[in-house]
Structures are given as structure tokens and as C-alpha cells.
């Protein structure tokens, strides 16, 4: 085989051990090893030749070890693992994805319930609608995911002050935890609000607004 790549010019980074049955160097097999993303894959040098598995493990580098040389290690690339796992703890998700609000509730209670059963994080699109309207969004998504994943839009009002402060006094009023800031040029006092409602002091008294 013509290959691009030899053996020779790249370091090891660590050792294999596990099942040598399980190691290909046949292009068309390391092709197909490569396409099986919920799989690790690790790229060995067997026999001086480029071979792969997804088996055994690897171990640091060390003198005293012996074992097939790994040349580069592909980890586990299911969706579940981009992004941060940070995200997926503190939002209880299942996978680091979020869908953006679409105004005038175009991304209504169905998308976001739908998007939430999934274990993704979608925004309720506040923007543009009336207080009722998003009353009615919020008890129904609360109803239907109690425990989230879900998350509301606050979008920066300019020209009608009131409806962004009605907002938050919603969100607020309904232990929303997950707003998605939107359209801000800068603080506004109805932002802030939202972000410090509940903040208390070190001797742990209420902040008082
Ligand atoms: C029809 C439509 C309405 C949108 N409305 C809002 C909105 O009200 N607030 C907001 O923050 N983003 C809004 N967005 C932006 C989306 O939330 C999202 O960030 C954007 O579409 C980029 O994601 P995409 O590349 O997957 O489309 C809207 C997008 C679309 C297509």
C-alpha cells in the first residue's frame, strides 16, 4: 500500500496492550474504523505498518512497559461528548446543544417541550409577544417539563421598556433560572434584575434593590 504517512517519522505518545486480533491495517477496515465516531480510535504502529483498533487500552510511556506503540489517539466523538461537560451539568442536558429563540413565539411550547424531552436546551421566543401569551408559554412548558431543560428569551426592548420589564417580572415571579439575552447594546436595569435576584449578602441577608 502507498502510504502518505510512515510509521518511522511520527513519536509515540503511549502504549496499546489488548486483543492483537482486533487490529487492521487494511484501508478499507481503517476507513470504517474511523467512520464509528461513538468509538475511541486508536492509531497503532503494528508490524511497522499503520493498523487501527477501537479495542485494548493505552498506557503512558514508560521503559519498563511493552507493547504495541500508539500514534494517535482518537477519542469517543458522540454528540453527547462536544462541547463542555460543564454544560451538560449545569443545565441538566443530555447533549451541549442549544436551539436560539425565534420571536413571536415561533419557538413555541411544543419545540421547546420537544427539544427538552431530547436533552437539548431550547428558548421559549418572548420576543415580540403579549404578557398573556408568554404567561401561557411559561406554565405550559413548566407543566410539561418540571425539572427543565428549558429556557426563555429576554430580548432587549428599546422602544417598549415596559414589555422587557414585564419580562423579567414574569420570569422572575416564575423561578425561571435560564434566560436567553438577547439584542442588549448594554446593561439595562431590567437585566441586571434578573441576573441579581436572590443574591445575598456574605452575612446572608437579603441584597435589598
Ligand atoms: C425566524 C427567526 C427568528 C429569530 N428570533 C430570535 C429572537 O427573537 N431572539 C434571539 O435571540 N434570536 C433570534 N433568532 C436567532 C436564533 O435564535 C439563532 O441564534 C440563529 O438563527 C442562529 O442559529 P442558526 O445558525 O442555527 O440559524 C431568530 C432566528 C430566526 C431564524
Known amino acids: 500500500m502507498h502510504s502518505l504517512f510512515s510509521t518511522r517519522t511520527i513519536e509515540p505518545t503511549g502504549i496499546w496492550k489488548g486483543p492483537e486480533s482486533e487490529i487492521t491495517s487494511d484501508p478499507g477496515q481503517i476507513l470504517e474504523a474511523l467512520r464509528i465516531l461513538e468509538k475511541p480510535c486508536f492509531i497503532l504502529n503494528y508490524q511497522d505498518q499503520i493498523a487501527v483498533t477501537s479495542s485494548g487500552k493505552i498506557y503512558p510511556l514508560n521503559e519498563k512497559e511493552t507493547g504495541i506503540s500508539v500514534l494517535a489517539n482518537l477519542r469517543s466523538q458522540s454528540p453527547e ?94 423561578q425561571i433560572q435560564t434566560i436567553e439575552a438577547s439584542a442588549f447594546l448594554r446593561l439595562t436595569p431590567t437585566v441586571v434584575e434578573f441576573r441579581v435576584a436572590g443574591l445575598s449578602q456574605a452575612d446572608g ?3 435589598a434593590a
Do not use: C, W
Open 81 to 174: 461528548n462536544f462541547g463542555t461537560p460543564g454544560f451538560l451539568t449545569h443545565h441538566g442536558v443530555k447533549f451541549p446543544y442549544m436551539a436560539g429563540s425565534m420571536a413571536n413565539a415561533i419557538s413555541n411550547e411544543s419545540l421547546v417541550t420537544a427539544l427538552g424531552n431530547a436533552g437539548m436546551l431550547a428558548s421559549f421566543g418572548a420576543g415580540g409577544v403579549s404578557p398573556d401569551r408568554l404567561l401561557k408559554g411559561i406554565n405550559t412548558i413548566k407543566t410539561q417539563l418540571p425539572d427543565g431543560p428549558y429556557a426563555f428569551n429576554l430580548i432587549h426592548s428599546p422602544n417598549e421598556p415596559l414589555l422587557e420589564q414585564k419580562a423579567v417580572d414574569l420570569y422572575l415571579e416564575n
Open 205 to 207: 441577608k437579603e441584597y
